[in-house]
């Protein structure tokens, strides 16, 4: 637990893929991150289904193909993985190629590969898994549960007190950004401390040329392994 707070501290993200490192950053800062796979799935281009890594030719990005014709609005948990193409396959080779001389594929690739053998239907199932493999593998002391397991619901402000109460928390943590769609006298007028934490994107030793910020968190434990935690620790 963060020493400034005395009761528990939560975060909460959308279960992303591949995260970034200020996903994780987040996870540093409170005692349990709430994946909201409840909440509305975007409807243009977003972090559900793709992240970027690093090539000789600059950003590589990896996209999960999904369904989404057809099917309006849907719920992230509802999101069905489209899963007639290659994608799985070009994923892998693509770690396999432009990570060949990072210090640490050897360690990961095996763990990347079986979670990618699972053949995972849902969207959010997969992005899960991911999530667990790289908090585990960063070595995270704090926790992390699904919005569905709480059964909580709503939107905006209210969405995030019912999963403070849900917890019996009396902080709430996210980054700045964050802070022109919350309604602050909404937290405190439930007795809810609202936190805004500073991020400062780490920089590390890369492949391939001049660094790139904010790159999926598996560069950076491509890259730099069991220093990976401190690296981000450090973004404050």
């Not at 970034?20 to 349990?32: M, S």
Request: overall charge neutral; hydrophobic content about 40%; some cysteine.
């Amino acid at each position: 637990m963060n020493a400034e707070f005395s009761g528990m501290i939560i975060t909460t993200h959308q279960p992303i893929f591949l995260p970034w490192p200020g996903f994780f950053y987040k996870g540093l800062r409170a005692d349990t991150l709430v994946l909201l796979d409840q909440v509305q799935f975007p409807l243009g281009r977003s972090w559900m289904t793709r992240n970027r890594l690093k090539s000789d030719q600059g950003e590589l990005w990896l996209r999960v193909p999904v369904r989404k014709k057809g099917r309006g609005k849907q719920n992230i948990q509802d999101i069905e993985i489209h899963n007639e193409t290659h994608w799985r396959q070009k994923h892998l080779q693509s770690l396999r190629q432009h990570y060949a001389h990072a210090p640490y594929l050897d360690d990961h690739l095996p763990h990347l590969e079986a979670i990618y053998a699972y053949h995972h239907c849902r969207l959010a199932d997969l992005n899960v898994d991911l999530i667990q493999y790289l908090w585990n593998t960063l070595g995270l002391k704090s926790t992390w549960v699904l919005q569905s397991e709480l059964g909580v619901s709503g939107q905006g402000t209210e969405l995030l007190v019912s999963v403070c109460r849900a917890l019996n928390a009396d902080t709430f943590v996210t980054l700045p950004p964050a802070e022109k769609y919350l309604d602050r006298e909404k937290f405190s007028t439930c007795g809810i401390n609202l936190v805004f934490t500073p991020l400062r994107p780490p920089v590390y030793p890369q492949l391939w040329g001049d660094f790139r910020y904010n790159l999926s968190a598996l560069d950076l434990l491509l890259n730099c392994g069991p220093k990976s935690l401190d690296i981000i620790a450090s973004a404050q």
